[in-house]
């Protein structure tokens, strides 16, 4: 398999008819991670196609001897950034819930699918408590798996502040979810 970094050294040497594989690559995790800041669907088109006519104007300064993703990931980052700074409105954020709280499993299905809907609902309310500079790493790390190296590209910090971050972010959303108890 053709890795994203020699994709891209096709398309900076003029073989642009590859730039479509990065794009399917990475079109749905681009609306993945654009989901987590906006709710409005057309505007969430219109950010992810930006940022691919971005990146492909770019292209060519893209630095081969770094990785694609994280570079294509903080184009995405400053959009989505811009965009809720326009709207003056809080992100819309639909978290994992599995990934950070524990819940009991229901005996019966219907019980569990409403377990888990209250469930995700709170955990919305927390993170709409969160600092954003904890809920950004979480949301890089647990959603889009993203390595702390790359979030530290992404977010322009030290990958020992990433992991803090995140460290700190789990441990502001555990106490959230004990005061409940």
Do not use: C
Not at 125 to 142: A, M, N, T, V
């Amino acid at each position: 398999m053709t890795t994203d970094e020699q994709l891209v050294a096709l398309v900076q040497q003029g073989q642009k008819e590859w730039y479509g594989t990065l794009i399917e690559r990475y079109e749905a995790k681009m609306f993945r991670y654009g989901k987590r800041f906006l709710s409005d669907a057309e505007d969430l088109n219109d950010i992810v196609q930006t940022v691919f006519v971005k990146a492909y104007i770019n292209i060519k300064s893209f630095n081969l001897e770094m990785r694609f993703s994280p570079w294509l990931y903080r184009i995405a980052h400053n959009e989505l950034v811009n965009a809720l700074k326009k709207k003056k409105r809080e992100p819309f954020f639909s978290f994992d819930v599995d990934t950070f709280l524990p819940h009991p499993v229901a005996s019966e299905e219907s019980d569990k699918e409403s377990l888990d809907e209250d469930t995700k609902q709170m955990m919305d309310q927390f993170l709409e408590k969160l600092e954003s500079k904890y809920r950004e790493p979480l949301i890089l790390f647990y959603y889009e798996e993203l390595s702390y190296k790359e979030i530290s590209e992404i977010l322009h910090i030290p990958v020992s502040t990433v992991g803090v971050r995140i460290s700190r972010g789990k441990k502001v959303l555990r106490d959230m979810y004990d005061e409940l108890g």
